[in-house]
Each structure stands twice: as structure tokens, then as C-alpha cells.
């Protein structure tokens, strides 16, 4: 049988890298000329004065998925309430949940006439977004903590430290000790073979590791 024989090994000088290449493909980055200017519009909204960019600086921003946004972008709400003997109103609420936000349609009875959430929801009420922001988080090496500093800047939705920790713990490790388990289960099948095959190999691996 094989000798498996570790060495120290010589961890200075090793790039900082989140791995994002072997999760995504390489893919060739378009020139964008951003200084191309969108069609104005009705509702497409210009910055034009001092008061303009102050709700530009304050506003609240959210993550929401296209295609929820499609589906808001299709809604028929009535304006007056259509409950019986009432004819209030509809005022739209806006209320942020984690990173993601919910519409209301709700007038002064309270009656609801609808409801839009900008993420698609999982089990238990988990956010989409949430979950996507965890993963994001984790997966491109960056850490809570910068990340939710670099959403109060964008006065961005966030996920609390809880929830964050929470979806690490039950889904994102969980998913990772998988991936490494299967992929050590493959290596080792793979030089099982090999040896059992009857070659004789020697494979070097970062100049440390000889199996002879
Ligand atoms: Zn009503």
C-alpha cells in the first residue's frame, strides 16, 4: 500500500483568494460604457437639485429579486378600498424585513388589499436573500461584520449577526463538510484504484506531500 508522509508546510506568501474560480467559470469581462445615458421617462427619476440628492444619500435600498419585481411591476391594486361599505384610501406601507422588504396595500380600516415581498421564500419563512446573502458572505471570503457595515452605507436591508450565524450554522457549513467529504471520498477511490491497478506512482502535491 501507498505511504501517505506530510511535511510542514510553508504557508507564507499564500495570495488571499476567496476561490471563486473554481466555483464560477472564467468569464470575459464586457466593456460597459456606463456613461451612456438611459432614456428619461415619466417615472424614471433624475437627480437634479441639492434636495434630490439628499433622499439619493438617505433613502433606503433593499436586495430584490427580478422576477418578484416583474410580478410587482404587473400588480393592479385598486386605490379606494374595495370591502364592503368602506371606500377608504389604499396607502402603500413599506416595511424591511432582514434584506428583504414588503409592500402593503392596506387602507385606513386596516383592510389589506395585497401584499408583495421583494424575495421568494423559502421554508419557515426564510428570505431568499438572506440565505443568499450568508452564502455570498462566506463563499467570497469576506467576514459579517464588513459586509453589514458596507450595507449601512447603502442604507441597504441586511440580515442580523443572528440570522447570519444561524444560516451558516444549519445550511452553509453543513453544505460545505459535504463537499469535502464527497471530494475526499472520489480522491481516495481514485488512488485506491490506481494502486490496485498495480501502478507505481508518485504524485507531488504543492512539493509536500510524496506518495510512494
Ligand atoms: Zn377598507
Known amino acids: 500500500m501507498g505511504h ?23 468569464v470575459e469581462e464586457e466593456e460597459v ?10 417615472s424614471i427619476c433624475r437627480v437634479l437639485t441639492e434636495e434630490d440628492f439628499g433622499h439619493l444619500m438617505e433613502n433606503k435600498t433593499a436586495l430584490v429579486y427580478l422576477m418578484q419585481l416583474k410580478t410587482l411591476a404587473n400588480k393592479k ?3 379606494i378600498c374595495k370591502v364592503k361599505e368602506c371606500g377608504e384610501g389604499i396607502e402603500i406601507s413599506i416595511k424591511h424585513v432582514g434584506s428583504a422588504v414588503y409592500l402593503k396595500w392596506i387602507c385606513r380600516n386596516t ?16 428570505h431568499g436573500g438572506d440565505l443568499m446573502f450568508a452564502s455570498s458572505i462566506l463563499f467570497s471570503g469576506n467576514n459579517f461584520n464588513k459586509m453589514e457595515l458596507f450595507a449601512k452605507f447603502l442604507q441597504m436591508g441586511f440580515p442580523s449577526q443572528s440570522s447570519f450565524t444561524r444560516l ?13 467529504s464527497q471530494k475526499q471520498e472520489e480522491l481516495i477511490a481514485e488512488l485506491f484504484f490506481l494502486v490496485t491497478a498495480g501502478w507505481i506512482f508518485q504524485v507531488t502535491v504543492h512539493n509536500s506531500v510524496h506518495i510512494l
Do not use: M
Open 168 to 180: 451558516q450554522r444549519q445550511y452553509l457549513v453543513p453544505s460545505v463538510d459535504e463537499l469535502w
Open 4 to 26: 501517505c508522509k506530510s511535511l510542514p508546510k510553508d504557508v507564507t506568501g499564500i495570495e488571499d483568494c476567496p476561490g471563486v474560480e473554481s466555483v464560477f467559470p472564467t
Open 111 to 126: 383592510h389589506i388589499a395585497d401584499k408583495w415581498c421583494s424575495q421568494p421564500i423559502l421554508n419557515r419563512g426564510l
Open 33 to 42: 460604457d456606463e456613461e451612456e445615458e438611459e432614456e428619461v421617462g415619466p
Open 77 to 79: 391594486v385598486d386605490s
